[in-house]
């Protein structure tokens, strides 16, 4: 019997209030969130009456609430460093890997112009302006310096990075939104799995497989390499003697969940 994880909207529907209220705590208030000044009281009312609404309402709810500011989260930022120290984006870390990069050469900066951009410079050289991009980008590289295309290139990575930060932002708050709904849907799982523990079953003994990860290899292999990194022991220790001893998820957008069964009396 494995439980397969529900949709955000389906969490909030099906999940006593209380628990949704414990997963704010520990991820907001014990894990030392600080946002931008706002409305408290209309910021708790609408984490707590979202049992109708769509995560992607509350987040760009949260967004616009905090004047589409960023807030400090250390767990986030502990796992941001790790992602880019490590070169691991597991889940929807992958999403930082877009960061634009400031060109330094004519290739990289070449790459931030469009084709029809790039045509006019190979015409002023008396060049083939016929090709891929990457035809026309190999094609120019040598005739000319970085300093002569910097007016162009530079201004269009402004533009990428300005864009991609405040994408950035908005996904802080998808990441907190997308803790909170596994969080919650976490604590219920636990709940559940203490009473049929303690109930007990004609039929058989309810035990505690184990963790379910991604199937995909490289995002289950980022995922294990992440949550060991945080706390030296990742899911390692999440269940013992039967038993589940640490919260999950561990990080932000982890998309790990308890796996159950019950072995057949013989």
Partial sequence: MTNQLPTGNDIFIKTDQRFIEIAYKQIVIDGGIEFPPHDKNAFQTLIRDVTH???????????????????????????????KEYDIYPNNYFFYKSEPKCPHSVTSGLEYLTVAEIKPLLKERGLKVSGKKSELIERLNNQVSFDEIANDCLPKYQEKLADYERKSIMHQYEL??????????????????????????????????????????????????????????????????????????????GSSFIKTDIIKNK
């Fill in 176 to 253: 907190l939104i997308s803790m909170l709904v596994f969080r919650t849907h976490f604590l219920r799982r636990k709940n559940e799995i203490h009473d049929r523990m303690k109930k007990g079953f004609f039929s058989g003994k309810f035990i505690i497989k184990g963790i379910e990860l991604p199937v995909d290899k490289k995002r289950k292999e980022a995922d294990i390499k992440l949550a060991k990194l945080i706390d030296g022991k990742g899911y390692d220790d999440v269940i013992i003697n039967n038993r589940i001893s640490k919260f999950l998820p561990i990080y932000p957008s």
């Fill in 53 to 83: 609404e769509s995560t992607y309402y509350l987040v760009r709810a949260l967004f616009h609430m905090m004047g589409e500011q960023p807030f400090k989260w250390a767990l986030h930022e502990n796992c941001l460093r790790l992602c």
